[in-house]
């Protein structure tokens, strides 16, 4: 195993970064340039929720075969297809005539976020080193705070000097050149990834991994909403769009420090369960949403500024716990795990944005703290479920079978380690 050190590490780290943030990047500034959208295609609050919804909906339906893909074609070659489809799907957007068209954009977008997590998960777990691991997710999870901290500064600096179309030509640029970056590495050997590279996995228990993909899911409605609405909102709260944009811009850079520094944590406190973290800071996030509904511009600040570094810096977490017990066939299981992600990311701006034509910003960010407490008791649930099914196996497997996410049942492309046997942290 390389060390996260060794050449190659950082390359590969950095590039899975880069195609995480493009993959999210279309609905992200969709979501911080809807002043400026719905005001051009004249369309109101729920089709905006909807257009951000059909890019995580279709990455939710499609993930499991593409991460069953990409364990097959290799990480490479799915962080190459992956930066194509955000391509096509930014410039999409970006000269979308219509409501229409901006849909069919955002759906080859589903494709590539599809296609980013995976790619960016497996390419991870053969680069870098266990003791690193935290890390290396923390940094990779600087995705979606990163296309938001580009989502809030495309305002004020591109949207309202040159137009908000031109915002997603700078996307564009981007994901071209990742997409030849990955192609054509210059100056780097080719490196084989292999399943032996990898230490045995200890698999997760199938019954732990559904609670967790709920859990997940759960928490992606909440905080995904919160993404896609928080310039609108603050707009409606009394905060200037100039304003809200570097807002949204400083609460996603925040965001984005915190989940770096959790993950190095959990490197260091490797017996630590990331799962109670989550729930610890998904409780946390509650009193964020509950500050957003208020209506007064302060308290906005720092509701915003809660619910993100709280109720929205676990995603690194969960995908580092995954991954760790699934080295092998790390691209199907996070597969698995981001079928709850998407579908969750997509239900929650569709949901909120109804629930804004119906009612009110307020009654929706009461709803995102209602959800955001679910996700937080669901992973503590998955968590007992993982250790139950664990003890148990350790008790015995003839008498306490505990089916496990090993290598095998994700389908990797080259047959892995036999799932170890131990108690969870």
């Known amino acids: 195993m390389r060390s996260a050190q060794a050449p190659g590490a950082g390359g590969t780290l950095l590039r899975a970064v880069t195609v995480t943030t493009l993959g999210v990047l279309p609905a992200f500034l969709v979501g911080a340039l ?50 194509v489809l955000a391509a096509i799907a930014l410039g999409g957007v970006g000269l979308a ?21 995976p790619s960016a998960n497996l390419g991870i777990s053969r680069a870098v080193s266990p003791g690193r691991l935290g890390l290396a997710f923390g940094i990779k999870q600087c995705s979606i705070p990163a296309a938001g901290l580009i989502g ?21 640029v981007l994901a071209v050149g990742l997409a030849l970056r990955t192609a054509f590495p210059a100056g780097e050997a080719p490196r084989p990834e292999t399943e032996s590279a990898a230490p045995a996995d200890r698999g997760t228990p199938r019954r732990g991994l559904v609670l967790l993909s709920i859990g997940a899911a759960l928490a992606a409605a909440a905080a995904t909403a919160m993404g896609v609405f928080l310039v609108d909102s603050a707009v409606e709260s009394g905060v200037s769009p100039s304003a809200a ?7 996603a850079l925040l965001g ?5 520094a959790l993950g190095a944590a959990m490197d260091r406190f490797p017996q630590r369960s990331p799962y109670i973290l989550i729930a610890n800071l998904l409780t946390a996030g509650v009193v964020g949403y509950v500050l957003l509904s208020t209506g007064s511009s302060l308290a906005f600040l720092a509701g915003a500024v809660l619910a993100y570094s709280a109720g ?16 092998q066939g790390a691209a199907a299981a996070t597969g698995v ?41 669901t992973f503590r649930l998955g968590r007992r479920t993982i250790r139950a099914a664990r003890a148990a196996s350790a008790a015995g497997p003839e008498e306490h079978p505990a089916p496990t996410m090993s290598p095998r049942q994700v389908r990797p492309s080259r047959p892995g380690g036999t799932p170890m046997k131990g108690t969870s942290r």
């Open 97 to 117: 005539p219509s409501y229409g068209i901006l849909i069919a954009a955002l759906v080859v977008g589903g494709l590539a976020n599809g296609l980013a997590q």
């Open 337 to 377: 795990l981001q079928t709850g992600l998407s579908l969750g990311a997509a239900a929650g701006p569709l949901l909120f944005g109804l629930l804004v034509t119906a009612t009110s910003y307020r009654t929706a960010w009461l709803a995102a703290a209602v959800v955001s407490l679910a996700a937080a008791v």
């Open 34 to 83: 809807a002043v400026q959208i719905r005001a051009d295609l004249d369309i109101g609050p729920a089709r905006i929720g909807l257009a951000a919804a059909t890019l995580f909906a279709v990455s939710g339906i499609t993930a499991r075969r593409l991460g069953r893909l990409v364990q097959r074609i290799g990480a490479a070659k799915g962080m190459t297809a992956s930066a």
């Open 256 to 260: 984005l420090l915190i989940r770096i």
């Open 245 to 251: 944009g570097y807002l949204f811009a400083g609460t």
């Open 312 to 327: 929205w810096t676990w995603p690194g977490l969960v995908h580092f716990a995954v991954v760790r017990d699934n080295r």
């Open 152 to 172: 809030g500064l495309a305002v004020p600096w591109i949207a309202l000097v040159l137009g908000w179309r031109y915002a997603f030509a700078l996307g564009v």
